[in-house]
Each structure stands twice: as structure tokens, then as C-alpha cells.
């Protein structure tokens, strides 16, 4: 009796797909995630290049908006992604020379031309699965950096 079950193979491959599909599927679910954040990273890094290219010439924003603001705008609507307003933050501060870096003398905005201006980024971005929402602390990840670039020395607006 014991030979015989020993001997039969109907549902081997049943046993073996529930042995490994929660393993395979909790590591497909783990690629998804970290794609999908890296994703909002790289968006939110191209953003903030293309808002900070804007704010460094100098343009006037349209009317009924700031220079700071527009810079918000453009850091959420370049990236690609849809990201959540609420969530963003962009912190510029301004520079009068290099050496005002290390020492942490800044001023608050985009500054003026031919100053360095800091932006510092924020985002609290959602998990794409639940098994993500488990893993981070208080079911978000963060996203923070910082892009410095020089203003051109341009003419400032009236």
C-alpha cells in the first residue's frame, strides 16, 4: 500500500506550485514595488531639473502665480507620474556664493541672478502593493534630494 502512493505522480505538480507560488509571487510583488518607487524617484529628479532650468533664466511666471509656485507646478507636472500635490514639498533657498553653502547661510526662494539656489524635495509617495504599504514605515516611502544650481546672470523682472 505504502509502495503504491510512493509511486503515484497525479498531483506532484498541484504540491509544487503551492509550495513555491508564494514565494515567487512575494517576489514579483517586491520588484513591482521598488520599480514603481524608483520610477516616481527618477520623475521627480527629471521635474525638479526642468523647474530649476526655468527658475535659473529668470522668466516671469504667469500672472497670478510666484516664481516659487511655478516651480512647484513644474516639479509635479514634468515628472510623469501622477503625483499628489499635498504630499510634494519644494524648499528653495538661495546662496550668495559657494562658500554660503557650507557655512548655512541661506535665504529663503529662488533668489536672484547669478546666486546658487538649493531646491530640496519631499515626497511621501504611496505603495504600489500591499505588501509595499507592510514594508515601509507608516505605509509610505520618502523620497527627499536636492538639486544646486547657478541662476544666469539675467536682467530681473519689473
Same mark, same amino acid.
Given at each position: ?6 509511486? #503515484? $505522480?497525479?498531483? &506532484? *505538480?498541484?504540491?509544487? %506550485? =503551492?509550495? +513555491? ?64 500635490? #499635498? $504630499?510634494?514639498? &519644494? *524648499?528653495?533657498?538661495? %546662496? =550668495?556664493? +559657494? ?60
Amino acid at each position: 500500500m505504502v509502495a503504491r502512493v510512493l509511486r #503515484d $505522480r497525479r498531483g &506532484v *505538480t498541484a504540491l509544487e %506550485f =503551492a509550495l +513555491i507560488a508564494p514565494v515567487f509571487l512575494t517576489i514579483m510583488l517586491l520588484a513591482m514595488e521598488a520599480a514603481w518607487q524608483l520610477a516616481i524617484g527618477a520623475g521627480l529628479d527629471h521635474g525638479t531639473r526642468l523647474a530649476a532650468r526655468w527658475a535659473a533664466t529668470g522668466q516671469a511666471p504667469p500672472a497670478g502665480s510666484s516664481r516659487t509656485l511655478e516651480v512647484q507646478r513644474l516639479v509635479r507636472e514634468s515628472a510623469g507620474l501622477p503625483i499628489r500635490p #499635498d $504630499r510634494l514639498t &519644494v *524648499t528653495p533657498e538661495s %546662496f =550668495a556664493a +559657494i562658500g554660503s553653502l557650507t557655512s548655512g547661510v541661506s535665504t529663503p526662494g529662488i533668489g536672484g541672478p547669478d546666486q546658487l539656489t538649493r531646491y530640496r524635495i519631499e515626497y511621501l509617495a504611496d505603495p504600489l502593493t500591499p505588501l509595499g504599504a507592510g514594508l515601509l514605515t507608516g505605509g509610505m516611502f520618502r523620497h527627499a534630494f536636492a538639486v544646486i544650481v547657478r541662476n544666469e546672470p539675467y536682467v530681473p523682472a519689473p
